[in-house]
């Protein structure tokens, strides 16, 4: 099982970006996907989740209405467009699969990918 994130960058506030999430060794159709994010001196904080089971989705209150997740599961490969960046939106984000429990809890999910750098200026 692997998962491997790309696409963050450097970007202005107001900007936008979108995330790639690849995935291989498992079919993330039978999955919840989710993204977290890490700032320094923060915890972990879930993002946005997307149950592919069902096709529900869930976001954090500060993203709700900014980003976007979705999934194709031709492409084995989950996405989080990313628009009207701000700084607070600074982070390490990574995605993660599972979803057994609160869809923004760590311990729902069992493997991680390395993570992908998004920074916001002002």
């Known amino acids: 099982v692997q998962l491997v994130e790309s696409g963050g960058d450097l970007v202005q506030a107001g900007g936008s970006l979108r995330l790639s999430c690849a995935a291989s060794g498992f079919t993330i159709g039978d999955y919840a996907i989710a993204w977290f994010r890490q700032a320094p001196g923060k915890e972990r904080e879930g993002v946005s989740c997307?149950?592919?089971?069902?096709?529900?989705?869930y976001y954090a209150r500060s993203v709700k209405g900014r980003f976007t997740i979705s999934s194709d599961n031709d492409k084995n490969t989950a996405y989080l467009q990313m628009n009207s960046l701000k700084p607070d939106d600074t982070a390490i984000y990574y995605c993660t699969r599972g979803g057994w429990g609160a869809w923004n809890a760590s311990t729902s999910y069992d493997y991680w990918g390395q993570g992908t750098q998004v920074t916001v200026s002002a």
């Open positions: 997307i149950n592919n089971r069902d096709g529900s989705t």
